[in-house]
């Protein structure tokens, strides 16, 4: 059993920065896909960024070169650091992690809520 506990949203002015932390628990999440997802009112949840078990990242085209995702497996966390914000990025962010084997099983943190607005 995985949990993860997001930390770090806010309100912030367009063109602003925000880092939003998550804090994960359990065992082997070193073997974990994780990564940050958002859902904004009336949309669907969509992958912002996600960084492999094997260090490798992707993110969502519309974040590329403003959001910066890393992960460090000794203290068990993942950022997300989202710079030049815009108000299309207001949505609540959700933490994820990904077991993808035989089976894929994905555990999810509650939430945090970042809005952008002047």
């Known amino acids: 059993q995985v949990q993860l506990v997001e930390s770090g949203g806010g309100l912030v002015q367009p063109g602003g920065s925000l880092t939003l932390s998550c804090a994960a628990s359990?065992?082997?999440?070193?073997?974990?896909?994780m990564g940050w997802y958002r859902q904004a009112p009336g949309k669907q949840r969509e992958r912002v960024a996600v960084v492999t078990s094997g260090g490798r990242i992707n993110y969502e085209d519309s974040v590329k070169g403003r959001f910066t995702i890393s992960r460090d497996n000794a203290k068990n966390t993942v950022t997300l650091q989202m710079n030049s914000l815009k108000p299309e990025d207001t949505a609540v962010y959700y933490c994820n992690a990904r077991w993808e084997g035989v089976r894929i099983y994905d555990y999810w943190g509650q939430g945090t809520q970042v809005t952008v607005s002047s």
């Open positions: 359990g065992s082997a999440l070193r073997f974990y896909a």
